[in-house]
């Protein structure tokens, strides 16, 4: 047998030599996501660990502020929350936008699945909007599929672009509807000359295991109201108000609980995490800044390939990605690059294609079919040797030579 082929059969993890290629071997496909987990990021679980208190607690406060301060948040009068996940903030975002059973929230159907989970989880439906050609959710599709029980709009800014956040936020402002913005993908853009996170309403970040910063896992909520941040603390810890008992006199038996909470808490030792990444964030953001130039630079000129419509200045890559002619270029652009040891990824299908949204309300999908069809995500990471990045420059330019 020539590859290593994981119980799971989809993983195969060593490219097959390519057909007269020399007989030398190819070495692992290079992954998609590769997140940085230096000395620096082992130092601070440790350092956590040493503090002798694992759950929520200083630390996790401690993240909250240094988050805060660099996304510009206390200044802009916002206020930040650390959560177990994004999926756990923007399932909280919603709840705070008061969606249930019987309502509505819009939101496109191309991003990932943790967005429609956070919308049903609440009992609410979810309404499949269409996407611009800037792949963010496009308002004029949003505006047609406001209804009588539409409670909230959902936008993401996909691969760290912003989505016509200004136009969809003054949808909302019209409707009186809140908006969502999913920040997973934009962590360190700016737009209007502000963080993402600091204007707007409710906005939602993942520190998830390949997001441009980690905690291995966490999230984080951030909003404009004062009065949601208790609500929010009560959300994320069982309903226990247990953050004014630790704050104030550690009598943690003492507590009452007033409302349906979770377990969406962030620990002591992903907050660490947390905060050994943020103090390396502009240099990731620096770093994907000039690979994202450099394949988009290579790539610009290829018939058959279209780039990202941006220059990257302001933007927080957490994908890059390319826009091929049809399904069938990219999956043979698929499997030439994986045999050149380059694996690549596609984000997203269309959810409106999962079983268990097959039912909902929809608008007319046609960019979220075509951009589904025609996606291909290319590995990106903080810290990309230059063998690596000409490796994928390869891969792909000598498929179109
Ligand atoms: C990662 C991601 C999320 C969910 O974040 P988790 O921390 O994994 O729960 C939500 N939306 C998008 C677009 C994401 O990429």
């Not at 091929?324 to 994986?338: G, I, K």
């Not at 951009?371 to 330019?397: C, F, K, N, W």
């Amino acid at each position: 047998m020539d590859g290593a082929v994981g119980a799971d059969h989809r993983v195969s993890v060593e490219p097959r030599p390519v057909e007269g290629a020399s007989a030398t071997p190819i070495e692992p496909l290079r992954p998609v996501f590769k997140p940085y987990l230096g000395p620096e990021v082992r130092r601070a679980a440790d350092a956590a660990f040493d503090a002798g208190w694992v759950s929520i607690g200083k630390l996790t406060y401690q993240f909250e502020d240094e988050l805060s301060r660099y996304l510009g948040l206390e200044q802009a009068g916002r206020h930040l929350l650390a959560m177990s996940s994004g999926t756990a903030a923007l399932h909280c975002a919603c709840l705070l936008a008061g969606a249930g059973p019987g309502d509505e929230v819009i939101c496109p159907s191309f991003t990932y699945v943790a967005c429609h989970q956070a919308i049903t989880a609440t009992g609410a439906d979810v309404v499949f909007c269409d996407i611009d050609r800037g792949l963010g959710a496009d308002p004029e599709s949003i505006r047609s599929l406001i209804g009588p029980r539409t409670k909230a709009i959902m936008a993401v800014h996909y691969a760290g672009l912003p989505c016509r956040i200004d136009e969809i936020r003054s949808i909302g402002r019209e409707h009186g509807l809140r908006v969502i913005e999913d920040a997973a993908h934009a962590f360190g853009t700016r737009h209007n000359g502000s963080a993402i996170g600091a204007t707007g309403d409710l906005v939602c970040f993942s520190f998830g295991p390949v997001k441009l910063i980690t905690a291995l896992e966490g999230g984080a909520l951030v909003t404009p109201r004062e009065d949601e941040v208790q609500i929010v603390r009560e959300l994320r810890l069982l309903g226990v108000d247990i953050d004014r008992a630790l704050r104030t006199n550690n009598r943690m038996w003492d507590y009452d609980v007033h409302r349906q909470g979770f377990r969406y808490h962030l620990g002591s030792i992903p907050s660490s995490i947390g905060m050994a990444q943020l103090a390396m964030a502009d240099t990731f953001i620096e770093n994907r800044r000039r690979y994202c130039r450099e394949m988009s630079d290579a790539f610009r000129g290829i018939d058959g390939i279209t780039v990202p419509d941006t220059d990257f200045e302001d933007i927080g890559s957490f994908i890059y990605f390319v826009l091929l002619e049809d399904a069938d270029v990219r999956s043979r652009l698929v499997e030439h690059m994986r045999l050149r040891g380059v694996a690549t990824g596609i984000h997203f299908q269309g959810a409106h294609e999962y079983t268990f949204y097959a039912g909902s309300r929809r608008g007319d999908l046609t960019v979220t079919d075509e951009m589904a069809a025609r996606q291909l995500t290319l590995p990106l990471y903080s810290h990309m040797d230059d063998d690596t990045l000409g490796r994928v420059i390869e891969s792909v330019t000598s498929f179109f030579a």
